[in-house]
Structures are given as C-alpha cells and as structure tokens.
C-alpha cells in the first residue's frame, strides 16, 4: 500500500455534553418509511402502500415475527404525510382521520403492545416539507401532544425555516420536548440545512439532538450511498468529533432489500453504516425482503460493531489504489476495518490489509476475524503479517482486530485514535 499518511491527533479534550435524556447510548435502530413509501397518501388505489395506520401496525407484526425486534431494531417510525392538513380547534396536531381512524395514540399503544416505540414527525418551519402544518409557534404544544400520544421518537425536519432561526427553532423544540417530561428521542435536520449558509456548531446540535442528519436524503442507488460517504470523508474531522454516547451523525436511513443496490452494494452500505456508528433506520418492505437482505440486516457481528459501548464513530484512514480504508474504534481496545473497492470494473481486487494504518495495534500479536464477505476466524496476526483481504467490486470486506496483550506497547496508536484521532488523507 502506498501513500498512506496517518497524522495521529493529540487532541484530548473530551467529547462535548450530549442531550441528558437517558437515549441514543448507541445508535438507534428502527425502520422509517420515507425512502420507500414517501407521501403515497392514496389508501383508495394503494392501501397496502399507502401513509396509514395500517402500514405501521403490518410492519410492526413483522418486527416481531420475523426477527427484527431480536436482533435489535426497536423504533417503527413515520416520517412526513400523516397529519391532517388542518390543527384541531385547541391548536393541536392532529392525524389523518381518514388514514389513521384510530389515531397516533391507539397507534403508539399498538406498537408498545409487541414491545417496540412509535417515531413521529415533525418540521422545524410553518409548514413540513410536503406541506403539512409545520411547529413553528407550536412547539411546546406539539412536544406536549407528541408525549400525550406515548411518542417515543420526533424527526425533526427543516423545511420552510429561515436559516437563521434554525438553531432557535432546534433547541426551543429540544427545551419542549423535555419539558414533558417523557423522554422523546430527538432527531435533528439542523445541519444539513445550515451547511448551505454556514458551517454548523456542532458543541451545540450535540447538546440538542440525539442525532442529526448533515448531508443530501439517500436515494435508492450506490451513487446516492457513494455521495453520502464521500461527504462524511471529507468533513470527518469536523463531524466525527461530535458523536458519541447520547448523539450521533445520522447519513439516513438504510435502503438494503429494495431495488437499487447489488448484493455486494447492500453489504458496503451494511458495514460503512456500522463504521459510521449511523443510526440504522431501514427504509424497506420488511413484509417483503429477500433472505439474502434479511440475513445482512440481521448479521449479529455487523449489529455489534455499530452498537459498540464505546461509541466512537470511524474515520477514513486511508485511500490508495481506488480502496478506501476505514476504521472505528472499538471496545476492548479493538478496532473495525472495513475495506471498499471502489474500482467499479473488473473483477475482485486484493488489498494487504496489514498496511492498514490501525493494523499497528497487531504488535506484538492481534486476533483477527473477518465478518464481510464471509465469517471467517483469521486467527493470531502481527505486524508482519501478510494477510490479504479479497473484495468485489463495490464490495467491502470487514474486520475486527483485537489485541493481544502481552509485553509492549501496542495500546499506543489506539489509546491515540480512540480520543478523536485525526488523519490526514
Ligand atoms: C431534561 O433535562 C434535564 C437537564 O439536562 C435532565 O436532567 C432531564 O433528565 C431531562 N428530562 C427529560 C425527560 O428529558
Ligand atoms: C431571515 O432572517 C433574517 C434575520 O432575521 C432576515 O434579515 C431575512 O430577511 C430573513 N429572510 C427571509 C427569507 O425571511
Ligand atoms: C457553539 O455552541 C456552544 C454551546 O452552545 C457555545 O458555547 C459556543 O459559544 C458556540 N460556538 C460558536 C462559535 O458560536
């Protein structure tokens, strides 16, 4: 491996204050049903597709039916296109009455019943951004219905919002919210919508939100995942240091078992979104996924990773030869390694994955196991160690390394990356 140049920061000072509501210790996991059912309100032609009380409740049977809620995916989230487009006569909030006869309350209660929480949403603006009444001179009421609800969760998009009250609007709906009294899991838009103005404070988005969107809403493509890591590379040093226990950055939602990516695609989205420690909100069809998806989704190995007690998101430490190289700290000393081929013709490529630059926790020794492509113990590794690792096109292999202690100091680049470890590419 040539030119990889790993700058190790010295920057010690500790992970800013999170928002003290007990949630988000590790990423949130869920499904959200915006990527894959957008606004399709039309229940008369579409009511298996459509925005209804319907959906929710078939998706949360199959949460528990098939796994889901096992292996770790709790929230079952609306996303825009459920309220009724006018506020009822005491200025609340209220749902399609057509859609959800029920309402959001019995809703909540259904979800609760199969032991899983209900997402809702909501706009920091007048109106949201397909047009429903937004939260803007509402906020202690909307957080005051959302909580009489039994709402467990709030998207908070941006849209119709002057730039410069987005933070204002943010933090007011953050005081609401726990003013209620009941813990409501916060997620933010504010940055991605103050970037096109102004460089975000993220000290402050992390005393807010217990995750924040910064980037473009994923389509169903590799380009649209492509440009998603491409960003987060790009701004890491400025992102990165801002996750941890409490919130995290959140590139959107998980689109593995629709239409868009290979198989390879689907387990590089799979185990970027793990490095990343993203929130892992899937946006599919869980009453229609391919076993091949469903196995991904629910790959215990992968799920550990993201869900890592230390929660420190990975960096991109390197990119030589059209493979990027990226790497999360982990619990125990251990690290993440995940290798993407970026080289999208040909067949498979090899990359020496001992020139991976937290393969420096190998001296004396390390343990190595590969989760991606497939499970495999490599067993005990050093610095010398010439081990390849083979990945398809679009592909990414994925690894965990775990010290072996003994003589030496072989804790000294992860004692350096563990505490926001900068790296210059
Ligand atoms: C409200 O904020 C206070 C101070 O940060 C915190 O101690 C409390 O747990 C929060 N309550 C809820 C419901 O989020
Ligand atoms: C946004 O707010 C600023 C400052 O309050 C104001 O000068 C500007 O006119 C506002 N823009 C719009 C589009 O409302
Ligand atoms: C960012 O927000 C923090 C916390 O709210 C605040 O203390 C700090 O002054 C802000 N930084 C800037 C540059 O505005």
Redesign the pocket.
């Known amino acids: 491996m040539r030119t990889v140049i790993s700058i190790l920061g010295i920057i010690l000072s500790p992970i800013a204050l999170a928002?003290?509501?007990?949630l988000a210790l590790t990423p949130a996991m869920g499904w959200l049903h915006w990527e894959r059912f957008l606004c399709n309100v039309d229940c008369d032609t579409d009511p298996n597709n459509c925005i209804s009380e319907r959906l929710y409740m078939q998706m949360a049977d199959v949460m528990v039916r098939d796994g889901w809620r096992e292996a770790g995916y709790e929230y079952i989230c609306i996303d825009d296109c459920w309220p009724s487009h006018q506020r009822d006569a005491q200025g609340r909030l209220q749902a399609d009455p057509k859609r959800f006869p029920g309402g959001i309350k019995k809703l909540a209660d259904y979800v609760h019943s199969k032991g899983l929480k209900l997402g809702i949403y909501g706009d920091v603006g007048v109106n949201t951004c397909a047009g429903y009444p937004g939260s803007q001179g509402y906020y202690e009421t909307d957080a005051q219905t959302f909580a009489d609800w039994g709402v467990d969760l709030l998207k908070f998009d941006g849209c119709f919002m002057n730039w410069t009250s987005l933070s204002e609007g943010y933090v007011k709906m953050s005081k609401a919210?726990?003013?209620?009294?009941?813990?409501?899991y916060y997620s933010c838009e504010w940055p991605l919508y103050e970037w096109i103005f102004n460089q975000p404070n993220y000290t402050a988005i992390r005393e807010t939100c217990n995750h924040w969107r910064n980037f473009a809403d994923i389509y169903d493509s590799w380009s649209a995942v492509k440009s998603i890591l491409d960003w987060t590379a790009s701004h890491q040093d400025t992102i990165v240091p801002a996750a941890g226990p409490g919130g995290w950055n959140d590139p959107d939602m998980i689109i593995i078992g629709n239409f868009g990516l290979s198989h390879d695609q689907q387990e590089s989205q799979m185990a970027l979104w793990a490095i990343m420690a993203a929130p892992l909100l899937m946006s599919n069809d869980l009453r229609d996924i391919c076993p091949h998806s469903k196995e991904l989704l629910q790959n215990r190995h992968i799920i550990a990773i993201s869900q890592d007690p230390l929660g420190k998101q990975g960096y991109c430490t390197a990119k030589v030869d059209s493979f990027e190289v990226w790497e999360r700290p982990l619990s125990k000393h251990r690290i993440a390694i995940a290798v993407l081929n970026k080289q999208e013709i040909g067949g498979p490529r090899k990359l020496l994955i001992s020139a991976a630059p937290g393969w420096k926790i190998c001296d004396p020794q390390c343990n190595v196991t590969r989760i991606l492509p497939q499970y495999t113990e490599l067993g005990i590794q050093t610095l010398q160690s010439k081990l390849f690792v083979t990945v398809n096109p679009s592909g990414t292999a994925l690894l965990t390394v775990s010290p072996i202690r003994g003589f030496t100091n072989n804790m000294h680049w992860h004692d350096h990356s563990v505490k926001d470890k900068h790296t210059v590419l």
Do not use: E, F, V
């Open positions: 928002l003290d509501n007990g919210l726990n003013s209620t009294g009941k813990s409501i």
